[in-house]
């Protein structure tokens, strides 16, 4: 029986329920994970999985990348706005959707599952998780080109259309899905992961529901809202009132700005004046955006706490419809991630200097996605193999920057391992490690960057590459600090020729080629003079630091 929601449920009724429901969110987290397909998805965790009350309003999410945390709840909402709960929407249904000006939120590789759950006959609660999967379609392998001009080069769109009805599968929807991928059995297997990780979130809150009364149960979704929504407007109030302000450059060249209105009740980035959409991929649909200032918005504000959509209620974005920040159909957007990352960094910038306990300086803010498409050398399979990069982020006022670590995008994600890369994925990895160019010496330093040497192996195999922070504005340092180095893409051919790419797709490569991967180095912080000489020795002695620049930088001879 569906239970009415009162406010004197039992307190500790309320928080076993609260738990529980994150408890759910890492079940879903590990079925995904144990059972799909993809090494971006298994390995990588390029995953994210959430609940949300009937209204579509996140309640709990599982780790993985934290900008699908921010989307979840859009594909709920987008499926409630398309659909009548009460005809249109039954037990058992299924909706699929990658429509990033709705559902879809980022871009068309990027699939949203969501399921509702009912008690009886009421709906209570809904499941989602929104996975990469590699290949949908597309003018290139991989369906993200840097050449595409128009959203309907980049693969098959899902509007918010129904997969499953009533627990049957839609096998009409199931063919088309594999007749535009590439690589049919990897999707499926793919799309399957998903169903089952939203059937474990489904099974659990049914039990929960019956075990409790549905009406704790979403008592406690809307009490776990305001304990967020409290959580944040506490870390606000510790923000400085006013308006401050930060700019940028993109690799081509374009300026852009933020600013950033703190007040006692509100979070105002206001991106209105950014140039208009590029003909290219580098594009944010307005949904995309908002996922990029929450992620800042949440690390200044509650960043220990849980995160739901209570989490985001003193944040408001403000942009310019139909500019680069809020590009509308029919743009291509599938290169969202580095423009998104600049509403991440932009925020990031103007407030560092407040928050300097919170916020370091510059990292290597782009995800460096690696695509590679071939055939399998050894299992005759036809691959394509989706690769996010590690990095170096920013020294704080106490710390030097973390090495290796992926951009904001990604946060949670993991590299995935080299003997994985080289047996699944049918290539050789000759190299990989710290490098020590020039970049951000401080009194602590800037994180290092990675070199990664990739050797081809198969005769069809075509690479693409989306790269940002290449050319002129490397991250930023603070108090003294210097900036770091800069993000590289360069093709090592067998014939001796070296070729340098920021953005590249569907290059042709030979056997023996070598891709090489140079990730930036994050910003300084503070003056490199005052770094401790035991410090600078350890540099030298751990290989991030060579002799000449222990002395060049520091003042340190070695």
């Not at 409630?80 to 590789?109: A, E, M, Q, Y």
């Not at 979130?201 to 809307?222: F, H, L, N, P, Q």
């Not at 340092?477 to 797709?505: C, I, Q, T």
Request: glycine fraction near 12%.
């Amino acid at each position: 029986m569906r239970g009415q929601i009162t406010r004197n449920e039992d307190p500790f009724t309320v928080e076993i329920i609260q738990n529980s429901l994150h408890a759910i969110c890492e079940e879903m987290f590990a079925v995904m994970k144990k059972t799909a397909m993809s090494s971006i998805i298994y390995e990588v965790l390029d995953f994210g999985v959430g609940l949300t009350n009937a209204r579509g309003e996140l309640a709990a999410q599982g780790a993985g990348v934290p900008v699908f945390i921010g989307t979840l709840d859009a594909a709920v909402k987008a499926v409630l706005r398309k659909f009548d709960p009460k005809d249109d929407i039954r037990p058992g249904d299924i909706f699929i959707t990658n429509d990033c000006h709705s559902g879809g939120v980022t871009h068309l590789n990027d699939v949203d599952l969501v399921m509702p759950v009912y008690d009886g006959q009421s709906l209570v609660a809904w499941v989602a998780n929104k996975a990469h999967w590699g290949d949908i379609g597309g003018m290139v392998a991989g369906g993200i080109s840097t050449e595409a001009t128009e959203i309907f080069q980049e693969g098959v769109q899902f509007p918010e259309v129904k997969l499953f009805e009533a627990g049957r599968p839609i096998q009409s929807m199931i063919d088309m899905i594999a007749a535009n991928s590439r690589t049919p059995e990897y999707i499926l297997g793919d799309m399957w992961a998903g169903i089952a990780s939203l059937r474990a979130g489904e099974r659990r809150i049914a039990m929960m529901a019956e075990r409790y009364g549905s009406g704790a149960v979403e008592y406690a979704m809307e009490n776990i809202l305001d304990v967020a929504e409290a959580a944040a407007r506490r870390g606000l109030a510790e923000l400085p009132n006013g308006v401050y302000e930060a700019e940028d450059r993109t690799d081509d060249g374009l300026l852009i700005r933020a600013t950033v209105t703190v007040t006692d009740d509100a979070f105002i980035v206001d991106l209105c004046d950014n140039p208009d959409p590029v003909t290219g991929p580098f594009n944010c649909p307005y949904l995309c955006t908002v996922a990029g200032a929450r992620v800042i918005f949440k690390a200044l504000t509650s960043p220990l706490g849980v995160s739901n959509d209570g989490s985001f209620r003193p944040l408001k974005v403000i942009t310019r419809k139909g500019s680069m920040f809020d590009a509308e159909r029919p743009h291509s957007n599938g290169m969202y991630v580095d423009p998104m990352m600049y509403t991440t960094d932009l925020i990031w910038k103007a407030m560092a200097p407040l928050v300097p306990a919170r916020l370091g300086a510059g990292n290597l803010h782009s995800v460096c996605g690696t695509i590679f498409a071939s055939t399998h050398p050894e299992t005759g399979r036809y691959l394509v193999t989706v690769e996010p990069e590690l990095g170096g982020w920013g020294a704080a006022p106490n710390a030097d920057g973390e090495n290796g670590q992926y951009c904001v995008a990604d946060g949670e994600t993991y590299n995935c391992p080299v003997e994985v890369a080289e047996a699944r994925n049918g290539i050789f990895i000759d190299q990989y490690a710290f490098h020590n160019a020039d970049g951000g010496e401080g009194m602590f330093r800037g994180g290092k960057g990675v070199i990664l040497d990739y050797r081809i192996r198969a005769a069809d195999a075509q690479l693409t590459g989306l790269y940002s922070r290449t050319n002129g504005n490397p991250p930023w340092g603070l108090e003294g600090g210097r900036e770091g180095s800069l993000n590289a893409l360069k093709v090592l051919r067998v014939d001796g020729s070296v070729e340098s790419y920021n953005r590249v797709s569907a290059l042709k490569l030979a056997p023996g080629d070598v891709v090489r991967i140079v990730t930036a180095t994050g910003g300084g912080y503070g003056d490199p003079k005052k770094r401790p000489p035991e410090k600078v020795l350890a540099d030298v002695k751990n290989g991030f630091v060579t002799p000449e620049q222990a002395l060049r930088h520091y003042g340190v001879a070695v």
